[in-house]
């Protein structure tokens, strides 16, 4: 392979790494609130943007994001955590964002779409409990 930088082609699997912690921790702080501090205030919210019952979806959501957080955080579950996360951010582009447009709207939302997307097919990568011993 042709690179401008061949040296940094060795270190290719900590990549999926970087988008692990990044992804991982983003989800984390995005769940924690839905789940155990503003539980009945989003789950009206929801309710009024059409996802009925707004107290199951905000559950879901939360859960997906918190603990599927988590297991990006630590690497394990990785693909599973990440095609969910994946339907996840394509349920928030469809019912909040995409009638904001692209930009102020769903441009973050689709690039944590491509991170999820990008762990689904690499995998978890090095310091990962899926990664193989």
């Known amino acids: 392979m042709s690179s401008v930088f061949p040296d940094f082609l060795s270190y290719q699997l900590y990549a999926p790494l970087i988008l692990r912690l990044v992804l991982g921790t983003i989800f984390i702080i995005h769940g924690y609130p839905k789940l155990f501090k503003e539980f009945s205030k989003t789950a009206e919210w929801f309710g009024s943007i059409g996802l009925k019952p707004g107290k199951l979806w905000v559950f879901v959501v939360g859960v997906v994001e918190f603990f599927g957080g988590i297991l990006l955080l630590v690497g394990f579950l990785t693909q599973v955590a990440a095609i969910l996360i994946a339907i996840n951010m394509i349920g928030a582009m469809v019912f909040v964002k995409f009638k904001q447009g692209l930009v102020g709207g769903y441009e973050f ?12 097919f690499l995998g978890a990568g090095f310091y990962a409990f899926d990664y193989p011993f």
């Open 109 to 120: 939302d689709l690039v944590l779409l491509a991170m999820a997307l990008a762990l689904l």
